[in-house]
């Protein structure tokens, strides 16, 4: 039959030749493929998908016939290698959906030196605990991880990338030469560990810092806050003195040094304006030396408000187990965490508010439990005081101002805050009954 024979020319994409052939045209174009191509590409050209289409690039379907494509006598048909879809699964995990719902996180830049810090500061407290009527093999174990970490330190801070490894190295070094010095004291535990414990962790801060120059921040706050401790803790090791009233000296001292922190971190970032006229330079000081000063600044800060926070928890425990006054306790951690407060506005958004305001909290915090535990049938005062000062907070934390009336009305409340502090610590230290036994005798 003379329709059974379809003559077309096929021309290959790679030149310009063509092809005549003479195909069948009774037969499935996919059944016709494999020949055309081995006609007009050769034997070489196994293992790829073609097709054919017109000139146009309309593809002819391989399950139709030639004629079944509307192919007649004499077109000119185009063969070419095409791309076979990769297989996808027809439906979509519900699994997937849920977790492409979010983002994906990076973890936390400083993970892994705050559990460093955990278990430097754990196995710290467990050698404390555990060696003091022990073999001096613990003091010896924390002695030598200090040095260890102290070396670790020093060697890791030449690198610049590796800067804060360095400074979690010489915190892990401070915290086990408190372990040490704690440790040192064989009667115990009391006032003399302490002491000894916050004067080793002090010099061991200031020394790291001056030999690796990094961690400004955490070790200048660690040397502050060992250097009240170690104060309050020699007080206490020379005349026996309750633990209220250690924390009351201890209140006393942090917010003097809070109060002192500016004119501190001036002086020891070397930023005091010279006298000669000579020799300040015109620019002022450098980047360096005003960075370095701002570090220095944000420890002192750190320190002293933590210190504080430190000494409302001795007094509120001391006034909860040791049967102390509650009341003369009560005041003082108030006015410290008033004081701690309504100095944190003083400072820019950053690391010191943010110190202020979390001691202030913890001192807060403080005033409240020993409250409630003092006077549980007036619990609700209590509550409803924190309840007003938290919505408070998120007042002052959305955006509004306060007017220069107001703003002088919270200096005068944040003088009179440290204006009461030393005749409040004097009432928990008893040191008014001391004088009064005094003046009688």
């Known amino acids: 039959m003379p329709d059974a024979v379809c003559r077309v020319s096929v021309c290959d994409d790679s030149g310009p030749d063509v092809t005549d052939l003479a195909l069948p045209a009774g037969l499935p174009v996919g059944l016709l493929i494999p020949t055309v191509v081995d006609t007009v590409r050769g034997a070489g050209s196994a293992g790829t998908h073609w097709h054919l289409a017109r000139i146009g690039g309309t593809l002819l379907e391989e399950s139709l016939t030639l004629a079944e494509n509307d192919i007649h006598d004499g077109e000119l048909l185009v063969l070419a290698p095409r791309e076979v879809p990769v297989p996808r699964p027809g439906g979509r995990d519900v699994a997937d959906t849920v977790a492409e719902a979010i983002p994906a996180a990076a973890p936390p830049p400083h993970l892994g030196a705050a559990a460093c810090l955990w278990a430097a500061i754990t196995a710290a ?36 990338h590796r800067e804060p490894a360095a400074a979690t190295l010489a915190v892990v070094a401070v915290v086990f030469a408190a372990a040490a010095g704690f440790l040192a004291v064989p009667a115990g535990p009391g006032a003399a560990n302490s002491m000894l414990a916050a004067a080793a962790a002090a010099a061991v801060a200031t020394v790291l810092h001056r030999v690796t120059g990094c961690a400004t921040v955490a070790l200048t706050a660690v040397a502050v806050i060992s250097a009240a401790c170690t104060v309050t803790a020699a007080g206490a090791a020379l005349w026996p003195v309750s633990l209220h009233a250690a924390g009351a000296v201890l209140a006393v001292v942090a917010l003097g040094i809070l109060g002192a922190a500016p004119r501190l971190a001036i002086a020891l970032a070397g930023l005091t304006p010279s006298t000669e006229p000579g020799e300040q330079p015109p620019d002022g000081p450098d980047g360096r030396r005003a960075r370095h000063g701002h570090a220095l600044l944000t420890g002192l800060v750190a320190g002293s408000s933590a210190a504080a926070a430190t000494a409302t928890a001795l007094i509120a425990a001391g006034a ?20 701690l407060l309504l100095r944190a506005r003083t400072y820019p958004p950053g690391a010191r508010r943010c110190a202020l305001l979390a001691s202030g909290t913890v001192s807060a915090t403080a005033c409240f439990v020993l409250f409630v535990a003092a006077v549980p049938d007036q619990a609700y005062w209590a509550c409803g005081i924190a309840v007003g000062a938290g919505a408070a907070a998120l007042w002052s934390t959305g955006g509004a101002g306060f007017n220069p ?24 230290a008893d040191v008014y009954g001391l004088a009064q036994g005094w003046a009688w005798s």
């Open 405 to 428: 009336v107001a703003h002088r009305a919270v200096d005068a409340l944040e003088y009179l805050a440290v204006a009461a502090l030393v005749p409040l610590a004097c009432w928990v």
């Open 320 to 339: 909860l187990y040791t049967g102390s006054p509650w009341l003369s306790g009560l005041a003082l951690t108030a006015t410290v965490a008033a004081a």
């Open 125 to 160: 407290v467990a050698l404390a605990w555990a060696g003091i009527a022990a073999a001096p093999t613990h003091l010896i174990a924390a002695a030598t991880v200090s040095v260890a970490a102290g070396s670790a330190a020093v060697l890791a801070c030449r690198d610049e």
